[in-house]
């Protein structure tokens, strides 16, 4: 009887030392195991910047011409430009739908097709600001904080008739006189870059 006591003792010994050890190792296992789930839901920042009233978003051509404006000149008949000339034209950038903040580089060339190399663009403003001279190899830069409504670019040009311009008086009544010159054309880029 003694012997089948001390083996039930070492049995429920046995079983519940087994039960503990499951017990602590399903414990200590679990902490590494366990797992919850959640969502973290955010709002993609928008980008959607419009030049001139054209969204920018899907095209990297405007479709619309911006039209300059040309300062009254008794001598020349309006909305043209002839030697000694002068006018500008506005490049408006709508932010209302940007969340963050961007840097813009605005460049504008002569175009090849149309050589007028005396239309010279001479200066800008920012909104209206103090007129500052133009320089084609940095351009115009500036920083657009996010859901700005409008920042107008103001660029001023003319038709160079001073004694540093390239054409004489001949070659800038030649082009006149060239059918295929009747609209001279002034590219311009910009770059949008978001701000780190």
């Not at 990297?60 to 011409?65: A, D, G, K, Q």
């Not at 840097?103 to 007028?116: A, M, Q, R």
């Amino acid at each position: 009887m003694k012997r089948k006591n001390d083996l039930m003792f070492i049995l429920t010994f046995v079983v519940i030392v087994g039960i503990t050890l499951v017990y602590l190792f399903q414990t200590s296992y679990a902490k590494y195991r366990r797992q919850t789930e959640a969502e973290m839901e955010g709002t993609i920042a928008s980008w959607n910047i419009k030049v001139n009233d054209e969204a920018i978003n899907t095209q990297s051509t405007l479709t619309n011409t911006i039209i300059p404006a040309f300062y009254a000149n008794n001598y020349v008949k309006a909305g043209t430009i002839a030697p000694g000339s002068s006018g500008y034209f506005d490049i408006i950038i709508d932010a209302t739908n940007v969340d963050v903040d961007f840097n813009f580089t605005i460049t504008g060339s002569i175009d090849e097709e149309t050589p007028l190399t005396d239309l010279v663009l001479k200066r800008y403003a920012i909104n209206d600001g103090t007129a500052v001279n133009y320089n084609s190899t940095n351009g115009i830069t500036g920083t657009i904080i996010k859901n700005t409504p409008e920042t107008k670019v103001r660029i001023f040009f003319e038709w160079d008739d001073s004694a540093t311009n390239t054409m004489n008086n001949q070659q800038d009544t030649e082009y006149a006189l060239n059918d295929e010159y009747r609209t001279t054309k002034v590219n311009v880029e910009i770059h949008f870059q978001q701000r780190n």
